[in-house]
């Protein structure tokens, strides 16, 4: 069940990418890096089929993958890579739904971001690019994330020379939005705040926690940087609505305690997001 589930997902996924790819970005000609950039590219300057170009390059990236990488490609991945190009060709005819290449970038920045999330969460990917910056970290020492900025820098590049530098501009927008989308669909809109409580009172603040806001505490065993004492702090993590009334807890019981409040984006365990 769990593995149909994934496919299910990647599937999907592929599809969200090969519509927003045949609505939003090749009709207004931006070229937002990975294959579907490079299959932008040649449609506009030799009038290849999109479709063909991503099976082109594609298939090859998988199996070039699965030679210098090993065998964690699986299968998922191979349907995601086949099916992505499949539904991008037989849903060309769909026509643009906006001529603005400004809403294009946007919007299709969305829907692929929204596809790749999608398809993350199926535990596999699209092929494409990625597996080109696996390959090259594996072999140059540089980062994945160097290598990913620079083969998408490059396609970019070449839509800012084929077309002209507007809708090179476009294209980093569009990559900006993807990349943005991703994180949403990863770790959702929620979140949660974690604090650091430093306080001279943490048993009294400790009680109130659990009591009044109903919240795990977790003491932890530190020391003064300047007087070498032991010193226990409190960490808590709420719910983005409960901060306020935390932080008037602490403050009501120890005007003089110290608290350190961060982001935390994703929070999986009781009382939070189910794993």
Not at 227 to 232: K, S, Y
């Amino acid at each position: 069940m769990k593995v149909s589930r994934e496919y299910v997902l990647v599937l999907a996924g592929a599809a969200f990418i090969a519509i927003s790819f045949n609505v939003f970005l090749l009709p207004n000609r931006v070229a937002s890096g990975g294959v579907s950039g490079i299959s932008t590219i040649l449609d506009a300057t030799m009038g290849w089929e999109p479709a063909y170009v991503q099976w082109a390059f594609n298939i090859p990236l998988f199996i070039a993958g699965v030679i210098f990488l090993g065998k964690q490609f699986g299968a998922k991945t191979l349907a995601g890579t086949i099916f992505l190009p499949f539904v991008v060709f037989f849903t060309k005819d769909i026509g643009p739904w906006t001529q603005d290449p400004l809403l294009a970038s946007l919007f299709g920045g969305i829907g692929v971001g929204l596809g790749l999330g999608i398809v993350f969460r199926g535990k596999a990917s699209t092929g494409g690019t990625d597996l080109a910056a696996q390959i090259i970290n594996k072999y140059t020492g540089l980062t994945l994330g160097t290598c990913v900025v620079i083969l998408d820098g490059l396609i970019v590049l070449a839509a800012a020379i084929v077309f002209d530098i507007e809708r090179g501009l476009y294209a980093l927008l569009a990559l900006y939005v993807t990349s943005k989308t991703i994180d949403i669909v990863q770790v959702g809109f929620s979140r949660s705040k974690m604090t650091i409580i430093i306080t001279e009172r943490q048993n009294e603040v400790r009680e109130g926690i659990l009591h009044k806001i109903d919240r795990g505490v977790t003491k932890l065993t530190a020391y003064g940087g300047y007087t070498d004492h032991e010193r226990p702090i409190l960490m808590c993590v709420v719910d983005q609505t409960e901060f306020t009334k935390l932080k008037q807890l602490v403050k009501t019981i120890d005007p003089t305690a110290f608290i350190i409040v961060t982001d935390a984006y994703e929070v999986v365990g009781e009382g939070f997001k189910r794993a």
